[in-house]
């Protein structure tokens, strides 16, 4: 790791609408935008029961790693820690299923996995939710998004949400999936994708410190039009209240001099991409 330094239902609740909003449908089954929730009163039930057992909310990991459909392999393992949830979205659940993990909670259309691996999700996760793979405005990885920022109460956030298989192939996903990390930065949660080889956050005003860790270079990209007042401590290639605008490739391939930096930003938002080659 190098970057910055159970949505337990109450009693009377049966399932909480991924579209966005927070109203609780209070004893019954909740079609949302995307499709049927597949979160039964009995199920909530035993979620309750489930999060009882295991450690109060004070005590608990409030750390929510989220494995999706993207490229992933043995690498991602070793980010878990005892106590994390894990959220597996679409094939990602599978994913931690076959490596022996039970997912907090599996959610998707799941039109990426066999109706044999779907059974064995089901049997494995402690929660499960699927919609329509046609009849739904939000991605997998969108809607696994959503439900790690409102897991907690309001008042008890997260304290991270790092996505695994949000980088691959489809580069319109990846993309949209970098995009996600702007929700994060609105609700103050840090929030990371990470894969084999790099790592990505979001930054917005302020000053952060920044861990080297096993990366060997860090690049800077805006998010925004613009981005002012960047200023760099401890990088090989300095900056001092600077602007970068999206279009621009000269805050590519930085080097971190010490173990870790500091990045100033006075207006806007920057992307903070580590890599390892």
Same mark, same amino acid.
């Given at each position: 790791?190098?970057?910055?330094?159970?949505?337990?239902?109450?009693?009377?609740?049966?399932?909480?609408?991924?579209?966005?909003?927070?109203?609780?449908?209070?004893?019954?089954?909740? +079609? &949302?935008?995307? #499709?049927?929730?597949?979160? +039964?009163?009995?199920?909530?039930?035993?979620?309750?029961?489930? %999060?009882?057992?295991?450690?109060?909310?004070?005590?608990?990991?409030?750390?929510?790693?989220?494995?999706?459909?993207? %490229?992933?392999?043995?690498?991602?393992?070793?980010?878990?820690?005892?106590?994390?949830?894990?959220?597996?979205?679409?094939?990602?659940?599978?994913?931690?299923?076959?490596?022996?993990?039970?997912?907090?909670?599996?959610?998707?259309?799941?039109?990426?996995?066999?109706?044999?691996?779907?059974?064995?999700?089901?049997?494995? +996760?402690?929660?499960?939710?699927?919609?329509?793979?046609?009849?739904?405005?939000?991605?997998?990885?969108?809607?696994?998004?959503?439900?790690?920022?409102?897991?907690?109460?309001?008042?008890?956030?997260?304290?991270?949400?790092?996505?695994?298989?949000?980088?691959?192939?489809?580069?319109?996903?990846?993309?949209?999936?970098?995009?996600?990390?702007?929700?994060?930065?609105?609700?103050?949660?840090?929030?990371?994708?990470?894969?084999?080889?790099?790592?990505?956050?979001?930054?917005?005003?302020?000053?952060?410190?920044?861990?080297?860790?096993?990366? %060997?270079?860090?690049?800077?990209?805006?998010? %925004?039009?613009?981005?002012?007042?960047?200023?760099?401590?401890?990088?090989?290639?300095?900056?001092?209240? &600077?602007?970068?605008?999206?279009?621009?490739?000269? #805050?590519?391939?930085?080097?971190?001099?010490?173990?870790? #930096?500091?990045?100033?930003?006075?207006?806007?938002?920057?992307?903070?991409?580590?890599?390892?080659?």
């Amino acid at each position: 790791m190098s970057t910055m330094s159970n949505n337990p239902l109450s009693e009377n609740d049966t399932a909480r609408s991924w579209a966005g909003t927070d109203e609780v449908v209070q004893d019954q089954d909740r +079609s &949302a935008a995307g #499709g049927d929730l597949a979160f +039964s009163h009995s199920e909530a039930e035993d979620w309750v029961e489930y %999060t009882r057992a295991t450690e109060s909310l004070e005590d608990a990991s409030r750390r929510i790693l989220i494995f999706t459909g993207g %490229t992933l392999g043995e690498w991602a393992l070793g980010e878990v820690r005892s106590g994390d949830i894990l959220i597996g979205a679409d094939r990602g659940a599978l994913f931690l299923v076959q490596h022996g993990f039970r997912p907090d909670l599996s959610l998707g259309d799941f039109d990426s996995v066999t109706s044999e691996e779907l059974e064995a999700i089901k049997e494995a +996760s402690f929660s499960f939710e699927d919609c329509d793979p046609i009849m739904k405005d939000w991605t997998d990885t969108e809607m696994a998004f959503s439900r790690a920022l409102d897991w907690f109460p309001t008042d008890q956030p997260p304290q991270e949400i790092v996505l695994f298989g949000a980088l691959g192939s489809r580069f319109d996903h990846s993309l949209a999936n970098v995009h996600l990390l702007r929700k994060g930065l609105e609700r103050e949660i840090s929030c990371r994708i990470v894969d084999s080889n790099n790592e990505v956050c979001l930054i917005g005003v302020g000053s952060t410190i920044i861990y080297r860790g096993d990366y %060997t270079h860090i690049s800077l990209l805006p998010l %925004t039009l613009e981005v002012h007042g960047i200023t760099l401590v401890g990088f090989v290639y300095s900056l001092l209240k &600077a602007s970068l605008t999206i279009g621009q490739s000269l #805050g590519i391939s930085n080097i971190l001099q010490e173990p870790s #930096g500091r990045i100033e930003v006075s207006e806007g938002l920057l992307l903070v991409i580590q890599s390892k080659d």
